[in-house]
């Protein structure tokens, strides 16, 4: 007689048989049913799982909020490539998206301040209500200044108390218009669809009989202005009655029914509100913003079935028309995805080229100096003030191009390179601050200049020049010694490739793979 | 293959940082390394991203806990302050449980490697196969393994209890 093993009855209780190769599964169940002894101790270990989980759920971190997935995908792109894979240029990319994330960030802020700053401009002239025209651009301009702020993601309880919603603005701008043009009417019509335009994304219908398009947007407005302010403004519903359901297209058209919506929109995830959701029919007949609460209310004609939710940073969502509608929006970085700024840095020259002075070693001095022969003297006199005068211009203007393409360049010079070995010595610094020193020895710097640098292929062909050490055999050529023969500080690598006859050593601070890199996108 | 991020995003992020929790006992740092796994994850677009996050959530944890055992003289110093700081508030309730975590925790830590690895791993929602597949452990061990597990971690809780309500 055989029964259940323990990790069985748990395997049964965590709904894991199905896992079991075999009629496994089957016999455990078969078994339980009919063995009293292994159902007796089922239930002993259900409890105890019981208790486990118990135990488990007391310690349970408190709501974590995720970061947005693009934030997360942006790191994954920043740190890409940055060791496993050498063909790939890790740092140009580093600074393009470095550069793209600042220039989003510069444009948020800039319409975050556009915003703010643009509304007192529009209140202030909607004040002083010089003309019934006047203030009503103005204040279409602070609302749509407003939507432009709600659509950054302004946190809500910062845009909130800035001003009140959308529609209620523009329902005040609209009752200052009517006002102040109450003397003309055909200004105040005017004024009255103007607002339309802002709010709805009407267009002008300035040939529209005055009754029509004055009296229904008003209806409308004091309708939104009754949902949104419910407790301001009471007499904000006093106007000429007219037929409550009548409701006028964007094309002009007045349809006779119309169904009162609201609702709210808020993220998905976070369930926060969102403020300055462009809310309309899909055939655009009937539009808004939600309020900071991310609540609208919206009078769409009663053929309208669905209603559009936009907003900048979310992806847009469609839901049918109900009496209420709420909707969670997923966020959608648009804003990097459709902005790409790529740049490179032209090599920026802080080198010592009109002022540098090349390395004088004492035993030159010394031997120089040691001439009787007046010709011969001449000439190493010659040659040591080649070395000591400012360096020879043409060749390190040629030798500065030697630099990595796109990576700072610290300083070129023409220097002791390796123990007897003069060369072109290069700095460059890294984005991050890395400095990198390469090291150009027997490099024919005639052949340097910037068509020679577009054949690269070409170069990499060539024999090594007869003034470096014997090649080896084999395709690579053997490096030097005496060019590996300086001691690495911690955490150095080198690297020494043939180039252009000569040879390239670079020094740095990290991994021989990302020199290899490096150097790899310059042959 | 193009996997649908932002629901595995959403599906996963709340186990793996529950996960991570159980480990590391600081919401925002488990929230950090969450993070971290799916950058990762995102980089190298594994096939079973499921068991892959929890594979490099383990990893993670295991070299956090390794910087944490240097740092731990200067974290409990922390820890205390902070929970003086909370006791001279009214926040008997955060106490409380600061207190259950730290029982829990206590009860993990009597736990063998092996056992506490495979009952949080269960715990985050994996299955059986999950399980098998990341720990190593046939499919017919991890039943046995969680029913050790779950005995030592009731045991060791109880045994937290009675310590706690005979001191005070």
Partial sequence: MWHVAEGDLHAYLDGALEFYPGDQAERIRRHLETCDACRARLAEEAAVREAASGVLGMAVPGEVTPAPLEELRRRAAVSDGAGETPRRRAVPRRVAWAWAATVVMALGVGWGIGGSWLAPLGERSARSEVRPEEAVSGEASAASAERDEAEVAVPPSTAAPAAGSVDDRAAQALERARVSGSGEPAGGVEGGDRIEVATLREPAVPSQPAVTVAAIPEEEVAERRRATAPET????????????????????????????????????????????????????????????????????????????????????????????????????????????????AAPVLRTRLESSVGRLQTADVAAAESRDDSGRAQVEQESLRQRLAPSPDPSLEKAASLALPGIEVVSVEWSEVAPGEEGVRVVQRLEDGTLLELSFVGVRLEDVDAASRAEAGAARAEAPAPAAPAPAAADLPAVPEHLLAEALPQGWHRVALPFRGGWVVVKGPLPEARLLALVEGMR | MSL?????????????????????????????????????????????????????????????????????????????????????????????????????????????????????????????????????????????????????????????????????
Avoid at chain 1, 284 to 306: C, D, H, K, Q, Y
Avoid at chain 1, 315 to 334: D, F
Wanted: one cysteine or more; hydrophobic letters at 45%.
């Fill in chain 2, 4 to 168: 649908d991020w932002t629901q595995l995003y959403r599906t996963i992020f709340p186990d793996l940082v529950r996960f991570l929790h159980r480990k590391v006992w600081d919401a925002e740092r488990a929230r950090d390394l969450a993070q971290e796994c799916f950058v990762r994850a995102l980089r190298e677009e594994p096939e079973r991203p499921r068991a892959w996050l929890f594979a490099v959530a383990a990893n993670l944890a295991r070299d956090e806990a390794r910087t944490v055992i240097r740092r731990k003289q200067h974290l409990t110093l922390l820890k205390n302050e902070a929970a003086d700081a909370v006791a001279e508030g009214d926040a008997a309730d955060e106490l409380s449980e600061r207190e259950r975590w730290e029982r829990v925790r206590r009860a993990l830590d009597a736990l063998a490697e092996r056992d506490r690895e495979v009952l949080l791993l269960w715990d985050a929602g994996m299955n059986y196969k999950e399980i098998a597949g990341e720990t190593g452990l046939a499919l017919g061990a991890v039943g046995t393994t969680l029913a050790r597990a779950r005995k030592r971690l009731v045991h060791a809780y109880e045994a937290e209890e009675r310590a706690h309500v005979a001191r005070g």
């Fill in chain 1, 233 to 344: 403004d009471p007499a904000g519903g006093v106007g000429p009655t007219r037929a409550r359901d009548a409701f006028k297209l964007a094309d002009g058209r007045v349809v006779p029914e119309a169904v009162a919506l609201t609702g709210q929109v808020v993220a998905a995830g976070s369930l926060r509100p969102i403020a300055g959701v462009q809310v309309s029919t899909r055939d655009g007949s009937a539009g808004t913003l939600t309020n900071a609460a991310g609540e609208f209310a919206l009078r769409v004609p009663a053929e309208a079935t669905t209603l559009v939710f936009n907003s900048i940073g979310y992806r847009t969502v469609e839901a049918p028309i109900q009496g209420q509608v709420n909707v969670e929006l997923e966020q959608q970085a648009v804003a990097l995805e459709g902005i790409v700024v790529t740049g490179a």
